[in-house]
């Protein structure tokens, strides 16, 4: 079955920086990647997500970047806010299934 | 949020009782999902229904018991539970069975603590 990697585990960032959030997955036959948000006590929240056949996709202050060939996928947060504290979880779904393989998360602090 | 919902909220139980949590979707989606989450661990998925039809248990053990009574509700029937069962479970609901690149939408959860 898949395999995803999330590193790292814990990132703190001054408000105003940019934090990036690594994932990566062993099944080639995955080809969505979603990622969660889950702010402290809250249920996880889907914040952005990207396909296969698309090597980057932009919402405001948050992207995300695939490599297929390296299978890596990446979510980048600018300009971070307080706000934006909370434990991002990225996700890899193969094609044939509906089994979401999520990464071990990673809680970022945003210092004021 | 109302999409998702689950009661209860908290759980304490002894490792004898028997107990249920209750997820139900408001979105008209034909798949629910149950995942455990434990601190430092990733999201373990346990099982999927896919319209009322139970098509993944990922070895989870016979202490869980799920029931999925029509596509709107899905219930966890827990029995004789051991303390490391203590997480927060989480509902999930989704539009598309089988389509890999169907989003879901997670419910609050239920803290479940085993004494």
């Known amino acids: 079955g898949e395999n995803v990697e999330q590193h790292p585990s814990t990132l703190s960032v001054q408000e105003g920086d940019s934090a990036v959030i690594k994932c990566t997955y062993s099944d080639s036959a995955s080809n969505y990647f979603p990622w969660y948000k889950q702010e402290l006590g809250k249920r996880p929240q889907l914040i952005i997500d990207?396909?296969?056949?698309?090597g980057e996709k932009k919402d405001q202050r948050i992207a995300v970047t695939l490599n297929k060939t390296a299978k890596h996928f990446s979510l980048h947060i600018t300009e971070t806010q307080p706000e934006d504290s909370a434990v991002y979880f990225c996700a890899a779904i193969p094609w044939t299934g509906n089994q979401f393989y999520f990464g071990t998360g990673t809680s970022l602090t945003v210092i004021p | 949020e109302t999409g998702v919902t689950q009661t209860p909220r908290h759980l304490v139980m002894g490792m004898t009782n028997k107990k249920s949590l209750k997820c139900e979707q408001h979105?008209?989606?034909?798949?629910m999902y149950w995942y455990k989450q434990s601190a430092k661990k990733p999201l373990e998925l346990m099982f999927v229904y896919n319209f009322k039809e139970q098509t993944e248990n990922n070895s989870v053990p016979s202490r869980f018991s799920p029931e999925c009574p029509n596509s709107s509700h899905l219930f966890l029937h827990l029995h004789t539970l051991q303390p490391e069962d203590s997480a927060l479970y989480l509902c999930?609901?989704?539009?598309?069975?089988?389509?890999?690149?169907?989003?879901?939408?997670f419910g609050p959860g239920t803290r479940l603590t085993v004494l």
């Open positions: 999930a609901s989704s539009q598309d069975p089988g389509q890999a690149r169907d989003t879901q939408y």
């Open positions: 979105l008209g989606h034909n798949a």
């Open positions: 990207i396909r296969s056949n698309v």
